[in-house]
């Protein structure tokens, strides 16, 4: 007799369950998945100790009908699918009929629900796998799954969970940003310590995350409004499928200044799914490059609607990854429309709430940890950092200047982490949302920071501490830091005249002789084709020593020796796979950085003038390379307020 046997169904569901069930919040996410694909439009979530205890989801959905309630929980039993060609044309959220299996055989588990196809319902009763009862019930329409005690009968896996606080947070987060993916419905997070989210329907995404987040923290996004653009497809007349399909994007950005040191504040849904994506990270990343610092990430809000056949969501058992048919093609779209809407709307920073980074990254830090906070001071440490994970290989594409990764807690092998931990924290569901039917204040919503746009129009005033050029506009008063509105005026002057080869260069009377070390002088090797490029004209003068023979116009020469010494220094640094254009970008920045007139300066009028205009004339003036805020606004409307004349 052989010795494979084939496991009994028990057995592979609760194999299954531990990729599906990783915790509490992946409980949540399966079964409020499954309520959207019933069509409901209100979602009530109640948990006790942080899921481990109670997870309960109600909705108002199409409810099952008396024999499927039964057979909903046989292994890959599900309504969505009927045939292996569906699979390329997902609509619905699942697919894979594993969730409820699953779940039933690490948990009590009881489903009550009633279809309005039938004169009464079904109540359902398994634990751990075993059907425990199974009845004709009478019940209001909808659904209502109870799974209590979950992991019960797995002690290897409630080993790993993290405080109830942590498994609360990433509730919190997943219904939260549920929630916004879907402004015109009713989502209901409640604790026994109070409701965590409470939000009734609105007409826009924009008034859900006011409903979500509140004033001060719309104030701080902006709105990407609709970005669309198609894909032409390669003409095949036989295969039946479009000629051409259409990407469109939505959503909210960080303006630059708002900065978090990991990307556990992007959210990302692709067809009404909640992802984790590379490609799209990177996409993100990619937009705003150049206006934050490398190793820091906006916060962002995005979702990406595609036709079906454009996107594979069957890559991952809990559905959280997707691979999609043309992603250079969907790379490119979504870093264009992100960029091309962060360069557009120019935003200032008004210095009056959020100027400072600082403040910036407190700012989410709402009322929702305070509470989380409190409840925990009783009992345990909240912040026990969770264990660095590896990412796992980086695709091609990856971000050349990823930080080492930081700690984060998984949620359902994504890495979702509600920030309880340490460091600048993610958005955060607020308490008590306010009933927001027809209190939705539209003012707090177009108060919305000034536009850099206004620039050109400023008459400067006067320097503060000879450094920061003070200047009155027409929408308030404005601050602007001399040294890095010069240096983002000559940064993109350079990358400009790096792209048409033309850069303006001035010619020693007498090369400049450099002594290099024995590392400089490996990575001048590398970089003397680049540097000419650049402007540096050089050739290498004896032993480990290089003359210089021209430099770009910019560059005084007092100051030749120090740029190139930091230009090798910063390659010499970086990781070696640093591209050209990170490499130009790097050159760029370093020639803007020095060259730029220093803070203590004094300017006469005319120089301040120029320099407003130079700044209003560039792309990007709302921060410096290095992610800086440039100039701040104070909005009339502020000074109004302050003086208590509105
Ligand atoms: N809240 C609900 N309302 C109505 N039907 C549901 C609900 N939850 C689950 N179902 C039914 O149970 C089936 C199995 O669910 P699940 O195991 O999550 O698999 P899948 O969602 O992949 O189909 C679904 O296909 C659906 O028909
Ligand atoms: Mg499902």
């Known amino acids: 007799m052989g010795r494979i046997r084939v496991l009994p169904d028990q057995v592979a569901n609760k194999i299954a369950a531990g990729e599906v069930v990783e915790r509490p919040a992946s409980v949540v996410k399966e079964l409020l998945e499954n ?67 699953s779940i039933a055989s690490v948990s009590r588990l009881l489903l009550e629900t009633h279809s309005p196809e039938e004169a009464t319902g079904a109540r359902v009763e398994i634990a751990g796998g075993k059907m425990l009862r199974c009845e004709e019930a009478a019940l209001p329409p909808g659904t209502v799954i109870t799974v209590r005690d979950l992991f019960f009968n797995v002690p290897a896996r409630r080993k790993f969970l993290r405080s109830e606080q942590t498994e609360l947070a990433h509730i919190a987060s997943l219904v939260t940003h549920y929630s916004l993916a879907h402004p015109e419905k009713t989502f209901e997070l409640l604790s026994p310590a109070g409701d965590l989210l409470r939000v009734t329907p609105v007409d826009t995404l924009r008034e859900r995350v006011y409903q979500v987040f509140g004033a001060r923290v719309l104030d701080e996004l902006i709105d990407l409004g609709v970005s669309q653009k198609e894909l032409l497809l390669p003409h095949d007349p036989e295969s039946g499928d479009p000629p051409s399909s259409v990407f469109r994007l939505r959503g909210f950005l960080s303006r630059p200044q708002v900065q978090k040191s990991n990307r556990n504040s ?84 008004a210095f009056t709430a959020s100027a400072s980074p600082q403040s910036a990254a407190a700012l989410p830090y709402s009322e929702f940890s305070q509470m989380i906070e409190n409840q925990a001071a009783a009992g345990e440490r909240l912040s026990t950092p969770p264990a660095p994970q590896d990412p796992g290989p980086l695709p091609e594409f990856a971000l050349r200047h990823a930080p080492a990764p930081a700690p984060r807690l998984d949620f359902g092998g994504s890495q979702i982490r509600i920030g309880l931990d340490s460091g600048p924290q993610p958005l955060h569901a607020r308490l008590r949302v306010p009933e927001t039917h027809g209190d939705f204040p539209p003012e707090a919503i177009s108060s919305a920071a000034g536009s850099l746009t206004a620039l050109g129009d400023l008459r400067p005033l006067g320097q503060i501490h000879e450094s920061f050029i003070i200047a009155a506009g027409r929408d308030g008063l404005w601050i602007i830091d001399q040294h890095v509105a010069h240096e983002r005026i000559l940064f993109e002057k350079v990358l400009k005249q790096q792209a048409a080869g033309r850069l303006e260069v001035q010619h020693l009377l007498m090369p400049v002789i450099l002594q290099l070390t024995a590392e400089q002088q490996i990575v001048y090797a590398r970089l003397a084709d680049e540097l ?62 020095r060259a730029a007139i220093k803070i203590n300066m004094r300017l006469d009028q005319q120089k301040m003038e120029w320099l407003l205009q130079a700044l209003a004339a560039t792309d990007c003036p709302m921060s410096c390379p290095h992610g800086r805020p440039i100039a701040l606004q104070y909005p009339t409307r502020e000074i109004l307020k302050a003086f208590h004349r509105i």
């Not at 979530?45 to 942080?50: C, D, I, K, L, N």
């Not at 150049?290 to 609607?305: E, G, K, Q, T, W």
């Not at 991952?316 to 870093?335: G, L």
């Open 266 to 349: 992007i959210f990302i849904f692709v067809n009404g799914r909640l992802i984790r994506d590379r490609l799209l990270l990177h996409s993100i990343s990619a937009a705003y490059h150049n206006l934050i610092p490398p190793a820091s990430f906006p916060f962002a809000l995005l979702f990406l609607d595609c036709d079906a056949g454009e996107v594979d969501v069957n890559v991952h058992p809990s559905k959280v990854e997707v691979r999609f048919r043309h992603q250079n093609f969907v790379h490119d779209f979504v870093r264009d429309a992100i960029r091309e809407r962060l360069i557009e709307s120019r935003p200032a920073p």
């Open 35 to 101: 309520s959207l694909d019933a069509g409901a439009t209100r979602f009530r979530v109640e948990v006790e100790a942080g899921g481990r205890r109670l997870i309960r989801i109600s909705d108002d959905g199409s409810g099952m009908l008396r024999d499927d309630a039964l057979l909903a929980f046989e292994r890959h039993a599900t309504s969505k699918l009927r045939d292996v060609k569906d699979l390329v044309s997902i609509a619905t959220l699942g697919f894979r009929g594993e969730a409820l299996p």
């Open 532 to 593: 000419g490029h650049s402007g540096f004209e050089t050739e290498p003068f004896g032993n480990r020593t290089i003359a210089v023979k021209a430099a770009p116009a910019a560059v005084a020469q007092a100051d030749l020796e120090k740029i190139l010494f930091e230009i090798l220094e910063t390659a010499e640094g970086e990781q070696r796979g640093l591209s050209l254009d990170d490499l130009r970008r790097n050159i760029a920045a370093t020639i803007a950085c």
